[in-house]
């Protein structure tokens, strides 16, 4: 945590979230912001957007985890939630609602720093794959459509799949378009048609 970051804190006790905010100012100049009430914590967390959340609660309920998963906040920035005790199902739920670090034994003002960084971390590393994994979604798609393209010149010209391909990809050159575009145009246009 080098550099400055908006935190939003989000602790029912004021001297306990006092104790927080002072850890995380000893480990940078940081702009926090404490939450006291966990109700409508999707809104409030939204109007901050925070570059990081952190949640101390002695024992997360369904409820804080639904909270945050309509948030979407921990798609959106890392979360690091401190519980003082958990059950499996809390546990697996609070990772399907996207936190980043899940820390039971509750929160200590040395552990911070090394928490956060850590949540960070595993936030960015799972944002990378995510974004990967819809890049290889989508050229999945575009394949398919290209294909079917391909089928579709292939069987109304009695050509091979070469030359359906560098007809493509001939068509998308002359009118400046991505070869997928073209292949989904004419998928829709013989889907029409039909």
């Not at 006790?13 to 905010?21: F, G, H, K, N, T």
């Not at 980043?100 to 960015?124: M, Q, T, W």
């Not at 391909?150 to 050509?159: E, Y």
């Amino acid at each position: 945590m080098t550099q400055t970051l908006s935190i939003v804190v989000v602790e029912k006790d004021r001297d306990r979230a006092m104790l927080i905010v002072d850890s995380l100012r000893e480990a940078g100049d940081h702009e926090i912001f404490v939450i006291t009430e966990e109700t409508s914590l999707a809104r409030r967390i939204a109007e901050r957007r925070p570059d990081l959340v952190l949640i101390d609660i002695a024992s997360p309920s369904r409820d804080v985890l639904e909270e945050l998963a309509l948030a979407s906040g921990p798609m959106e920035r890392p979360v690091a939630m401190f519980v003082d005790r958990s059950d499996e199902g809390l546990t697996q739920a609070a990772i399907e609602a996207g936190v980043s670090a899940y820390v039971v034994d509750g929160l200590r003002a040395d552990r911070i720093k090394p928490i956060l960084d850590a949540a960070i971390a595993r936030f960015h590393l799972f944002h990378r794959m995510r974004s990967e994994l819809a890049a290889t979604k989508a050229a999945l798609e575009e394949r398919k459509v290209i294909d079917r393209a391909k089928g579709l010149l292939m069987r109304a010209r009695g050509i091979d799949e070469d030359a359906a391909y560098a007809l493509l990809r001939k068509t998308a050159m002359d009118q400046g378009r991505k070869i997928s575009d073209v292949a989904l145009a004419l998928v829709t246009a013989m889907a029409l048609l039909k």
